[in-house]
Antibody, heavy 125, light 107 residues
Framework: DVHLLQSGGGLVQPGGSLRLSCTAF????????IQWVRQAPGKGLEWVAN????????NYVESVKGRFTISRDDAKNSVYLEMNSLRGEDTAVYYC??????????????????WGQGTVVTVSS | AIQMTQSPSSLSASVGDRVIITCRAN??????LGWYQQRSGNAPKLLIY???SLQSGVPSRFSGSGSGTDFTLTISSLQPEDFATYYC?????????FGQGTRVEIK
């Protein structure tokens, strides 16, 4: 069935790096934007970043600009979130999501319709 | 960044109750708003996109309305599986921003 499988989380020291992976199954990965959303312990959802179909357009929340980078490997049906200079406030569950954007009354809207299971990132010494 | 404010932050309701959650944007976002449900420990699930379009497979007891700055999510008859946290998300511009969430608890 259509799903996203995440991997790559873990414990890292402040200032360290991690790469999260998000692999697509049973759909044409290269047709979709991919979104990253995180949730700090006991907190709400925070949008982190996204990438268009070929990786040429990316957007990031201000707090991760210059530290996080999205890359895509269509041959592996995968998108990656490279996280550098990690801080304690980056501690969260990270989710990737497929964006099946649709036109509603002529307006293109985001549709985060398929989500990965989430992966835990803990930044601590 | 656009600020999204949900109300209430939490509510207690009984099975069969009608529940209304509101989300207000601090600027006009047209209809570029979605609603997501998150059950404890799970990934979010899309309910509504484009303010009022029901995602395929989502029960018809869920509905969304609004445009501009004021939006509502209505659950017409609360079911046991609906006890969860609900988030609105604006996709009008970047950064995308979520509301703070509304926790729906069992009365």
């Amino acid at each position: 069935d259509v799903h996203l499988l995440q991997s790559g989380g873990g414990l890292v020291q402040p200032g360290g790096s991690l790469r999260l992976s998000c692999t697509a199954f049973e759909f044409t990965f290269s047709d979709y934007w991919i979104q990253w959303v995180r949730q700090a312990p006991g907190k709400g959802l925070e949008w982190v970043a996204n990438s268009n179909q070929d990786g040429g357009r990316q957007n990031y929340v201000e707090s991760v600009k210059g530290r996080f980078t999205i890359s895509r490997d269509d041959a592996k049906n995968s998108v990656y979130l490279e996280m550098n200079s990690l801080r304690g406030e980056d501690t969260a569950v990270y989710y990737c999501a497929r964006d099946g954007d649709r036109s509603v009354g002529g307006v293109w809207v985001d549709v985060f319709d398929i989500w990965g299971q989430g992966t835990v990132v803990t930044v601590s010494s | 960044a656009i600020q999204m404010t949900q109300s209430p932050s939490s509510l207690s309701a009984s099975v069969g109750d009608r529940v209304i959650i509101t989300c207000r944007a601090n600027q006009d976002i047209r209809i570029e708003l979605g609603w997501y449900q998150q059950r404890s420990g799970n990934a979010p699930k899309l309910l509504i996109y484009g303010a009022s379009s029901l995602q395929s497979g989502v029960p018809s007891r869920f509905s969304g309305s609004g445009s501009g700055t004021d939006f509502t999510l209505t659950i017409s008859s609360l079911q046991p599986e609906d006890f969860a946290t609900y988030y609105c998300l604006q996709d009008y511009n970047y950064p995308r921003t979520f509301g703070q969430g509304t926790r729906v608890e069992i009365k």
